[in-house]
């Protein structure tokens, strides 16, 4: 990746409010044992090295389930704080907010 690292780019992740909770996967050809731990303790979910293997990618199903899950909870909380912004005259009130679409996931 030009102009950042793998493991800089993994650190603002974690280090993002809005981003942390999203899991993020290193995968590398890189068949180093220090760096692959490095990637784990900085909060990658999961090290996969390259040529991936259909098994690695099984390994994956649990990430996409989960982010699955929080997103559906994220969509339910939203529609509610919607549903809180009616106006005394019971007309909706138009809301403005930063909300964006987040990954399921991060490759790296």
């Known amino acids: ?3 950042i690292t793998g493991y800089d780019l993994l650190k603002k992740i974690k280090e ?3 981003l942390k909770d999203i899991p993020v ?3 590398s050809s890189e068949n180093i044992p220090a760096r692959i731990n490095r990637c784990l303790e900085e909060g990658a979910e999961e ?3 390259k040529p991936v293997q259909l098994a690695d990618v099984d390994k994956l199903k649990p990430h996409i389930t989960r982010c699955k899950s929080k997103e559906r909870d994220y969509n339910i909380n939203k529609r509610k704080r919607n ?3 009616v106006s005394p005259n019971k007309s909706r009130m138009k809301m403005t907010n ?3 679409e987040l990954p399921s996931f991060v490759l790296i």
């Open 1 to 3: 990746m030009p102009g």
């Open 16 to 18: 993002s409010k809005n």
């Open 25 to 27: 996967v290193i995968m």
């Open 47 to 49: 090290f996969f090295l």
């Open 83 to 85: 549903d809180d912004c």
């Open 98 to 100: 930063n909300d964006h």
